[in-house]
């Protein structure tokens, strides 16, 4: 079985600086992997996804991310934050079942 | 546009009442989930349905009941079985592949005193 580690729960950051939040997980097998996020008091959206190809995969709203599979990790990154990106991320695994990191709360603040 | 309505988006309820959360989606997705949040804890599946009049358990399903007699609704039942039921319910679907993104409502917050 996978799981997934998002190895900071809180990320505090200035207006237009650069972010990167962890991901790491664990699995034998192959795995599809994703990216969510979650504004206060709504749903998940999508922000980008994994499934196979080039190891850099673009998402919406500027944010990236990297596939690295000898070090099992799934690094989100995005340039220059703004204040919008106030939300909680999701990092997620993909294999017979989806399994969900505890979560990264990242704080822009002007 | 499609997408997936939860409804109400806030309730209130008295211990030892059942109570249940609506989920219906537009997106023509076969498969529909629900799961609950608390802070700090991520998400964690509580039942899923691949087929209409078919579901299986998640990893937290006691307490809770569902059906699927709909391919577009999903509704979920917390019982009064359930010891911890004040959480923010969380309903999705997806096409069903492992490789398919899961689309989210919106949510219910639940409070039981």
Redesign the interface.
């Known amino acids: 079985a996978q799981s997934v580690t998002q190895l900071d729960?809180q990320v505090p950051v200035f207006e237009e600086a650069p972010v990167e939040l962890r991901c790491n997980y664990s699995s034998s097998v192959s795995v599809?992997l994703?990216w969510?996020v979650q504004y206060p008091?709504?749903?998940?959206?999508?922000l980008l996804?994994y499934?196979s190809g080039s190891t850099l995969v673009k998402g919406i709203n500027g944010f990236e991310a990297e596939f690295n599979k000898s070090q099992t990790s799934f690094h989100l990154r995005k340039p220059s934050v703004h204040i919008s990106d106030t939300a909680e991320y999701?990092c997620a695994v993909?294999?017979?079942k989806?399994s969900?990191?505890?979560?990264t709360t990242v704080t822009v603040r002007a | 546009d499609g997408g997936i309505t939860q409804s109400p988006k806030y309730l209130f309820r008295k211990e030892g009442q059942n109570v249940t959360l609506s989920c219906e989606q537009n997106l023509n997705h076969d498969a529909m989930y629900w799961y609950r949040q608390d802070p700090g804890q991520g998400l964690r599946l509580i039942y899923y349905s691949q087929i209409v009049n078919d579901f299986q358990k998640g990893d937290i399903a006691e307490g809770y009941s569902v059906s699927r007699e709909k391919k577009e609704s999903f509704p979920l039942t917390v019982t009064s079985a359930q010891k911890n039921p004040t959480a923010f319910y969380l309903c999705a679907s997806s096409q069903g592949a492992d490789n398919s993104p899961l689309h989210f409502g919106n949510g219910t917050r639940l409070t039981v005193t």
């Open positions: 729960s599809y994703f969510y008091n709504q749903g998940l959206q999508l996804k499934l999701f993909s294999y017979y989806l969900f990191g505890a979560g």
